[in-house]
Each structure stands twice: as structure tokens, then as C-alpha cells.
């Protein structure tokens, strides 16, 4: 449902008429009625529909601004909910516009998405105005398209990969260089889209997942409730690193992946319980991040959300693993399968090396895991020892950190 001129059904304060004056041929005139362009007139529009349907919203009613949404488990119950909301309109004496009014529908557009009982739609506009699109051939054609695949990025799995030509053309100066490249991606993104997958709404208080994945210049996660024992996507998102994030280590580069999800999907940090799946150890790096100022930064900032790190093993559903396995830089690729595939060839490696001068004694710990990331430590000692006494000792640490992290062989 859509008020009819909404903002103009709330009068405005006696005594604050006056500050809405203009000037006109015919005189001076002033608002009686609360005119659009106002600073607070959206927070206040909000305020009266959130005072309204106080009772329902959340329970058979959403309600955005002038959106206004009501919702019924079943189809019995969708004229008693009808008919609670219509007593409210009539009470305040708020108005409809018709015209933009829809009863008794299983799905329909609500703040540019496409909502049913299933879950959450790309706008089908939206997609045949892009599947109508032609090829780029200005710098305006880019950013038009950029701007369209911006509002529906959290439909595109690894969107920033998927849209990475793009960005290059339009680095390359004031015009655009449309190139093969840029034309596999956008044919690309056109095929993906007609597909796109449908994102489910997580249910009041229930655990999420997510998934994270990172390549030379971006950063990825999937948001993911499971359902019947099915993982459904519940938002993407994406990252271009910026030139100095893309010489963080591979471990920074998931750290900043999880930190990024989760300042874009806060609301569901806080209401959610997060299992976080990867392959690298993030809740060692995180819980000691000396190495880092950066990580100590990142690990303040998530220790307000209830966040679980587990290993990453099978992928449930197919959306995730497209999700794991599209866009990911060969190389990295490779390794990752080599690590699946042949785990135990690759073991935890420890490097120690110990040394004793006057001034006392000391040792350096150098860790790597089976998926290639390196956690340094250095020792100093309290007590006086030889060179050989500080490579045992050295050695003794490094087992210790091992067995913490849970290494099985070194």
C-alpha cells in the first residue's frame, strides 16, 4: 500500500507555519500541511507510521516511510489482517493512493525488491533493463551500468570480481576502452542475473553462517541460513582492495573480508549468532594479534558480536559453492584443492632458531599451516643458556604453539 501524498497528510505545527513561506506573483504564502524537501520531514513521516502500526509491525505489517506492507501467514488469516490495518488508517485519517495499491497478492515490490513467501527476488525490471542494455561505449554507459549492478550487488556473488573490467576501463582516464575483457563480464553479469539466486529471510534469533573468500584485489563473504538441512544465501557482499590492502597477507585479507561483512550486514551481527567457516585460522589471529595493530583494531570492533569460527569442510549448498569456486585466482585455486586433496602431505612446518649473547638469551618461532599462513613469535629468556640450550627451548615453544592450534604432525 501507498499513502496517497503522504507527507502532506501531517499539519504542521501553528507557529511553525511561517518558516515555510515562498514567495509568489500572488503573494506570500505558507504550508499548512508538511511539504516534502523538508530536513526531518522523513524521520518524522516515519515516527507517525511507527506510532500507527506500533501493534503490527513485525508481526503482520512492515512499514517504510510511505511503503507500507501487510503480511499474513496464510491466506484465512490475510482479510482479518486487511481489515486491522484499515481500522488504523481510519483512525488517523490517513489516505491511499489507489492507484499504487495492490490486496490479496502472493508476492509483489516492496522497496525495489521482489518479496513472496519464498523468499527475496531481484526486481524483474531491473533485470530487463539490463538485459536490454548494450554494449558500453562512453564513459556515462559505464557509469550507468555500475550504478544498476551497485543496487543489486547483494544478489551477485563476489560482485566486485564480476564488475572488476569495468573499474579498470574507467581507471584508464577521462574516456573508456571497452575490451574483450569487458565484454566477456558484462555478457556475464547479463546471464547471471537471469538466474541470479533467491535470497531467503533468517527466521527471529536463529544461528548464520558465512562464508569468505578472498583474491588479489577483492574480498568476498556469503550470508547463509540453513533450512531442512539446505544452506539458502541470505546477502553477498564485496570488496575492491585498495592498493595498500592488497599487500596485506592472506590472513589479513580474510580478516578484512569478515570485518567488512560485518560493518555492511551490522543488524545481523547484532541479532544473530555468526559461525564463521574458513580454512584460515582466524580466531588464533584474531585473539592474538600482536603482529598487527590493524588486526587488534579488527578484533576490538567484532568482540560486541557473538562470532564462532569453525574449519570450512562440505559445502551444503550449490549457491555457496559457486560462491567458493567462481572467480578465485588460479594459483590460489590450485593450492587450496592440493590442501583438500592431499592433507596429509602438507603438515604444519615449524622453523626455530635460538641464540645466547651477554646481554641474555632468546629464540625466534616461525609456525606456517597446512594453507600457507605464517605465525611468527618471538621468545626472550629470564634465565642464562647456551646457544644450544636456547634451540631446545626454541623447539619446546614451538611444539607448545603447535599443540595449541592443534597440529597433529610437524
Not at 503490527?56 to 491466506?75: C, F, H, P, W
Request: net charge positive.
Amino acid at each position: 500500500m501507498d499513502a496517497y501524498s503522504g507527507y502532506n497528510q501531517i499539519k504542521m505545527h501553528k507557529p511553525d507555519e511561517e518558516k515555510t513561506a515562498f514567495t509568489t506573483d500572488q503573494g506570500l504564502y505558507c504550508y499548512t500541511v508538511m511539504p516534502f524537501g523538508l530536513k526531518n520531514a522523513g524521520a518524522t513521516y516515519q515516527r507517525l507510521v511507527n506510532k500507527m502500526f506500533a501493534r503490527q509491525i513485525g508481526r503482520n505489517m512492515e512499514v517504510y516511510v510511505d511503503d507500507m506492507l501487510t503480511k499474513s501467514v496464510t491466506a484465512d488469516r490475510h482479510a482479518d489482517d486487511l481489515r486491522e490495518t484499515f481500522d488504523v488508517l481510519v483512525k488517523y485519517g490517513m489516505k491511499l493512493n489507489l492507484v499504487k495499491c495492490v490486496f490479496g497478492v502472493p508476492s509483489g515490490r516492496f522497496l525495489g525488491y521482489q518479496v513472496h513467501q519464498r523468499g527475496i527476488e531481484v526486481n524483474p525490471e531491473k533485470i530487463q533493463a539490463l538485459a536490454r542494455m548494450v554494449s558500453p561505449k562512453t564513459l556515462k554507459d559505464v557509469q550507468k551500468l555500475t550504478g544498476c549492478l551497485a543496487s543489486l550487488s547483494r544478489f551477485i556473488a563476489k560482485s566486485t570480481d564480476r564488475c572488476l573490467p569495468f573499474f579498470k576501463a574507467l581507471k584508464k582516464g577521462k574516456g573508456i576502452e571497452w575490451n574483450e575483457d569487458c565484454e566477456k563480464a558484462f555478457q556475464a553479469l547479463k546471464d547471471y542475473l537471469g538466474r541470479a539466486p533467491l535470497l531467503s529471510k533468517p527466521e527471529t534469533a536463529e544461528t548464520l553462517y558465512m562464508y569468505l573468500s578472498v583474491s588479489e584485489a577483492t574480498t568476498s563473504s556469503v550470508l547463509v541460513r540453513q533450512e531442512d538441512g539446505i544452506q539458502k544465501p541470505v546477502y553477498y557482499t564485496s570488496k575492491a582492495l585498495l592498493p595498500a590492502e592488497t599487500r596485506y597477507s592472506p590472513a589479513e585479507k580474510m580478516a578484512l573480508a569478515l570485518i567488512t561483512a560485518a560493518r555492511k550486514l551490522r543488524p545481523y551481527f547484532q541479532a544473530h549468532r555468526i559461525r564463521v567457516y574458513t580454512n584460515c585460522p582466524l580466531k588464533l589471529i584474531l585473539q592474538k594479534p600482536e603482529v598487527s595493530g590493524r588486526l587488534t583494531k579488527w578484533a576490538i570492533e567484532l568482540s560486541e558480536f557473538d562470532v564462532e569460527y569453525l574449519p570450512r569442510t562440505a559445502i551444503k549448498a550449490q549457491a555457496v559453492a559457486d560462491f567458493i569456486a567462481e572467480f578465485t585466482e588460479p594459483s590460489i585455486e590450485v593450492a587450496r584443492m592440493m590442501v583438500e586433496q592431499n592433507k596429509k602431505i602438507f603438515k604444519w612446518q615449524l622453523r626455530v632458531d635460538g641464540s645466547s649473547n651477554t646481554h641474555g638469551s632468546g629464540a625466534g618461532v616461525v609456525l606456517t599451516t597446512p594453507e600457507g599462513d605464517s605465525i611468527e613469535c618471538a621468545l626472550r629468556f629470564d634465565f642464562k643458556a647456551t646457544n644450544n640450550q636456547a634451540e631446545y627451548e626454541a623447539l619446546i615453544a614451538g611444539l607448545k604453539i603447535s599443540t595449541v592450534l592443534g597440529a597433529d604432525e610437524v
